[in-house]
C-alpha cells in the first residue's frame, strides 16, 4: 500500500484557516485486499473499502511527498537490550505487518482530492551493476521486517507469566508450558484409543487420569484430530461419571493434560472438573489451589466460583503465604480481574515484608496484578516499590517496567527520581519495545503529566515506520500524550498523519470502542488538528447514540471536540452536536463547577477581592467563558481608558439581596469560608505547590500607573472610583449600547494540575482553552499559581497590589487595541 505524507511548510499557528484541504491516499492492487477483509471482515467482498480520505484546515500551499527512508526501521538498537526486551509484549490483540513502500514525490496543483500517484516518467532500464546493490537493499529490508515482527510477536497469556521461572519453587505451583514432555509414539496412543471402547467404562480412576496425561503427549498437529475422536469423547465421559472417585493429584493431572491438548473452555470435562475442584477446595493445600487456579488461566475458562473459594481460603491463611505463593495469588487475582478487598489489605503487608527480595519481575509481575484487578496500594508501598525500580531500573526488563508505570499511574504517583530516570533509560529501548509497551509508556508519561522530551522524541521517530502494528487504542493513546503534553516532535507531520490515516484504517473498530476515536480527536484538537472526515463520523447521530450507551462517561469529550470544532473551524460542514445534547452537557459542566470549582479558595480570594478593587460584583464575573474547557474564569470589562465597565447584573442583584438580610462580607468572615471548604488545600500543599522545582514565587511589582476612573493605590489598599456621570454598581443592563468599546480579560486562577509536572509548561487541555479565548476575542490574563498561592498568605494590601497589576497593566490595552 503506497502512503502518501503531507508535509506542510508553515508555522504552527497558522494551521487552521478557514478553507478545507483534503488529501485523500489509495491503496492499490489485489494483495492489500485479503488483509483488509482480516482486519474488517464485516467489509462487504464486492467493494473493500480502499480509500481513507483526511481532510484538515490548512493554509494555501504545501507539499505533499513520500520518502520510503522516513518509513525505514533503524535497527541500531542496543543487542544487550533486545534480548531482554524481545519478549515485552503488553497487548491482548495482534495487529498486521507493514507494507512495501514505494517512493513517490509529487507537488499538488489544487487543494481539492489528490489524483491516484503515478510516476512522471518511465524509469529506465537498470544495469546489471545496479541490479546487484538493489538486490542486496530488498534483502536487507526483509530482514529488517523480520525483525520488527520479532519485536512485535507477543502472548497476552504467556509474557505476563515470566516471573515464574525465576525460582524452582513455582513449578509446583504454576503450569510450565517449557517443561519437557516425551513425545508419545502414535502406535501406543492407538493402542490407548482402541482399548477405551472394549473396557465399556471399567477402568480405574488412575487409569483414566494415566490415559489422559499420555494422550495429551502426543504430537501437536495429532490434537485436534483427537478432540473429534469418539473414543476420546468415551474416555471423558468415564471421567465425567466417576469425577468424585479421582484422586486430588489424579484430577490434576486430567486438568494438565487438558491444557496441553488445548481443550475448549466449555468442555464438558472441564463443566465436571471445576464442580468437583469447588467442592474439595477446603481439603488442598495452597499449592494444589493456585496450580489449579493457574491451570484455568491457561485454558481461558473464567471460574470466578472456584477463585472465591481459593481467595476465602488464602484469606484465612494469609500469614502462611510464601513469597512465591504471594506473587502467584497476585497474578491470579490480577488474571481473575477481581479484588476481594479484605483480601487486599493483607496482602499489602505481606508485599511489603517480601519486597526486597523479590526479583525485578515479580515486582512487574505484582504491579500488573494490582494494576489488572484495580486494586488500591497505599502510598507508602507504591513509593517503595518506585525507590527500588529507580535504583535499579538498568537491570530491569521493560516488560516489568512498563507493568510497574502502569501501576504508577493508577497511584498517580509523582515519583521524581523513577521519572527521571526513566528518561535516561527508556529511549536506548524504543526500537527494541514493542508497539503497545511504547504506549503504555508514553500514556504513563503523559497520565503523570510528566514531559521528558527524550522519551517523546523517540517515541515520535520510531512510531511511522511501525504505526501499522497499532490498535485503535494504541494510536489514539499516542495522540492523547502527545497532544495532553503539548509536544510538537520534529517529525510531527510525518508523525501526526501516520496515525491520523491509522485511525481511519481502524475506524470499524470504533463501534465497538468509541472512547478510542474521541480520545484521538480530542488529542489531535489540543495541537490544532482537526481530520474533518474522523469528526464527522464521531458527531454523526448514529456515533453519538454508541457515545452515550458506553460503560465510560464520554458525553463531556464529545461536548469539547464539538465545540471546538464550533470555534475553530468556521468551515467545517460536517456532522454537529445537537443542540439538546450541548444544553444537556453545559448543564451537567456547570453544575460540578458550582460545587468544586467556583468555590475552590484560591477563585474565591481572587473573586472577593477583585470585587472590592473594580467597585461591585457587577464589576466582575466568576464562571465558565467556555464549559467544553471545564475550568472556570474570572471575567472583567476594562474600557479603552481603563475604566472597568460594569456587566455582570445577576451577581449584582444576588449581593444586594444578601446585604438587604444583614450579611456582611468581612475579611474575617471570608477567611472563615476559605478555611471551611472541604475539598480545599492544605496549607502545607499550597506551600509545596509553591515551592515547586524551578517555579519562582516573585510577586509582581508594585504598578506606578493609574487610570482615569479605574483603581487607585493608596497606603491602606485600593479604593474604587468610578467614572464621571455614573453610579457604583451600576448593571450594565441599563445602558447596554452606550459602553464604550473595550477590552474583555479572561482571568485563569491557575492550578498545578494546569501545568506539566514540576514546570511551566501547559498542559494541552488548556492550551486549547486559551487559544479558544483569544479566538473569541477575550485577553487571556492569568494568576499564576507559582505566584499566586503564595500572596495567600499575605496581607490584603500585597494581593490587591498584585491584582492591581495584572488587571490594570497596559500592555493588555495596547494588545487588545
Known amino acids: ?68 527512508s522516513a518509513y525505514a526501521k533503524s535497527r541500531a538498537a542496543s543487542q544487550q537490550r533486545a534480548a531482554r526486551s524481545c519478549s515485552q509484549a503488553l497487548a491482548d490483540d495482534s495487529s498486521s505487518p507493514g507494507t512495501t513502500q514505494v517512493q513517490h514525490t509529487f507537488i499538488p496543483t489544487s487543494s481539492q482530492a489528490l489524483p491516484p500517484v503515478r510516476r512522471a516518467l518511465p524509469e529506465p532500464r537498470p544495469h546489471l551493476k545496479q541490479t546487484i546493490p538493489a538486490w542486496l537493499s530488498a534483502a536487507q529490508t526483509k ?87 469418539h473414543r476420546f469423547n468415551t474416555l471423558c465421559c468415564c471421567a465425567i461419571e466417576n469425577i468424585q472417585s479421582f484422586s486430588t493429584s489424579e484430577l490434576t493431572g486430567i486438568l494438565k493434560a487438558c491444557v496441553r491438548l488445548a481443550v475448549p473452555p466449555t468442555h464438558p470435562v472441564l463443566n465436571a472438573c471445576e464442580g468437583e475442584f469447588c467442592r474439595r477446595v477446603w481439603d488442598m493445600n495452597l499449592d494444589q489451589l493456585l496450580l489449579v487456579a493457574d491451570c484455568w488461566r491457561c485454558l481461558g475458562r473464567s471460574v470466578p466460583s472456584y477463585l472465591s473459594i481459593l481467595f476465602s481460603y488464602a484469606n484465612m491463611h494469609w500469614k502462611e503465604l510464601t513469597l512465591p505463593q504471594s506473587v502467584q495469588l497476585i497474578y491470579i487475582i490480577g488474571e481473575g480481574r477481581r479484588s476481594p478487598a479484605d483480601l487486599m489489605q493483607k496482602l499489602e503487608s505481606v508485599i511489603s515484608k517480601y519486597l526486597d527480595s523479590c526479583t525485578l519481575e515479580e515486582v512487574g509481575a505484582v504491579c500488573l496484578g494490582l494494576f489488572k484487578s484495580v486494586s488500591g496500594i497505599s502510598d507508602h508501598i507504591m513509593r517503595k516499590i518506585a525507590d527500588r525500580v529507580s535504583w535499579e531500573m538498568e537491570d530491569m526488563g521493560t516488560y516489568a517496567l512498563v507493568n510497574v508505570l502502569k501501576m504508577l499511574r493508577s497511584a498517580r504517583m509523582d515519583h521524581l527520581p523513577l521519572l527521571r530516570k526513566l528518561g535516561k533509560v527508556v529511549p536506548a529501548r524504543i526500537p527494541t519495545t514493542n508497539i503497545q509497551g511504547i504506549m503504555h509508556i508514553t500514556l504513563s508519561c503523559s497520565s503523570l503529566h510528566y514531559y521528558d522530551e527524550g522519551i517523546l522524541a523517540a517515541v515520535a521517530n520510531s512510531l511511522p515506520s511501525r504505526v501499522t502494528y497499532c490498535r485503535s487504542k494504541d494510536a489514539a493513546k499516542f495522540l492523547w500524550s502527545f497532544g495532553c503534553l503539548d509536544y510538537e516532535p520534529p517529525n510531527e507531520e510525518e508523525f501526526y498523519s501516520s496515525l491520523i490515516e491509522q485511525m481511519l484504517r481502524k475506524r470499524h473498530e470504533f463501534d465497538k470502542f468509541p472512547e478510542h476515536l474521541l480520545t484521538g480527536l480530542l488529542g489531535l484538537a489540543f495541537v490544532k488538528r482537526f481530520p474533518e472526515e474522523l469528526i464527522d463520523y464521531a458527531l454523526r447521530d448514529e456515533f453519538v447514540h454508541k457515545v452515550r450507551g458506553s460503560k465510560y462517561e464520554l458525553g463531556k469529550d464529545l461536548f469539547t471536540l464539538a465545540k471546538s470544532v464550533e470555534i475553530e473551524c468556521p468551515g467545517y460542514r460536517g456532522s454537529r452536536l445537537a443542540p439538546q445534547l450541548c444544553e444537556e452537557m453545559t448543564e451537567m459542566v456547570l453544575n460540578f463547577a458550582e460545587k468544586e470549582i467556583y468555590v475552590r479558595p484560591e477563585i474565591v480570594e481572587a473573586l472577593t477581592l477583585l470585587r472590592s478593587m473594580l467597585g461591585g460584583p457587577e464589576y466582575v464575573k466568576n464562571h465558565m467563558i467556555l464549559p467544553h474547557t471545564r475550568s472556570s ?75 482615569l476612573g479605574g483603581p487607585i493605590l493608596t497606603g491602606t489598599g485600593l479604593q474604587a472610583t468610578t467614572p464621571s456621570g455614573s453610579l457604583p454598581g451600576a448593571s450594565p443592563s441599563l445602558m447596554p449600547n452606550q459602553q464604550p468599546q473595550g477590552v474583555r480579560l479572561a482571568i485563569q486562577v491557575s492550578n498545578r494540575n494546569h501545568y506539566c509536572y514540576s514546570s511551566k509548561r501547559l498542559l494541552g487541555l488548556h492550551c486549547l482553552k486559551r487559544r479558544q479565548l483569544r479566538q473569541l476575542g477575550y485577553v487571556v490574563v492569568e494568576l499564576p499559581f507559582w505566584e499566586w498561592f503564595p500572596l495567600l498568605k499575605c496581607t490584603r494590601s500585597e494581593k490587591l497590589s498584585y491584582l492591581h497589576y495584572k488587571v490594570f497593566n497596559p500592555g493588555l490595552l495596547s494588545r487588545a487595541g
Open 1 to 68: 500500500m503506497a502512503t502518501v505524507l503531507i508535509r506542510r511548510r508553515f508555522p504552527r499557528l497558522s494551521r487552521v484557516t478557514a478553507f478545507l484541504t483534503t488529501a485523500k491516499c489509495k491503496a492499490e492492487g489485489g494483495s492489500n485486499t485479503s488483509k483488509q477483509k482480516e482486519e474488517n471482515p464485516e467489509a462487504p467482498d464486492s467493494k473493500p473499502e480502499s480509500a481513507a480520505t483526511i481532510q484538515l484546515l490548512d493554509p494555501l500551499d504545501y507539499r505533499v511527498s513520500y520518502n520510503p
Open 143 to 229: 530482514k529488517e521486517e523480520a525483525e520488527m515482527e520479532k519485536v512485535e510477536v507477543h502472548d497476552s497469556k504467556e509474557d505476563p507469566r515470566v516471573f515464574q521461572q525465576g525460582r524452582p519453587e513455582y513449578r509446583s505451583l504454576s503450569y510450565n508450558k517449557l517443561e519437557p514432555i516425551e513425545t508419545l509414539p502414535l502406535e501406543e496412543g492407538d493402542s490407548i484409543l482402541h482399548s477405551i471402547p472394549l473396557s465399556k467404562g471399567s477402568h480405574s480412576p488412575g487409569t483414566v487420569s494415566d490415559y489422559f496425561c499420555k494422550l495429551s503427549r502426543l504430537p501437536v498437529d495429532r490434537h485436534a484430530e483427537l478432540m473429534t475422536d
Open 633 to 707: 474564569d474570572l471575567e472583567v470589562h476594562l474600557a479603552m481608558d481603563g475604566h472597568p465597565i460594569p456587566f455582570n447584573s445577576s451577581d449584582a442583584v444576588a449581593d444586594k439581596k444578601l446585604r438587604d438580610i444583614g450579611v456582611s462580607l468581612t475579611d474575617d468572615l471570608m477567611a472563615q469560608l476559605i478555611k471551611g471548604v472541604s475539598n480545599s488545600q492544605s496549607p502545607a500543599e499550597v506551600e509545596a505547590e509553591a515551592s515547586a522545582p524551578g517555579q519562582e514565587s516573585n510577586k509582581a511589582p508594585t504598578p506606578h500607573v493609574s487610570f
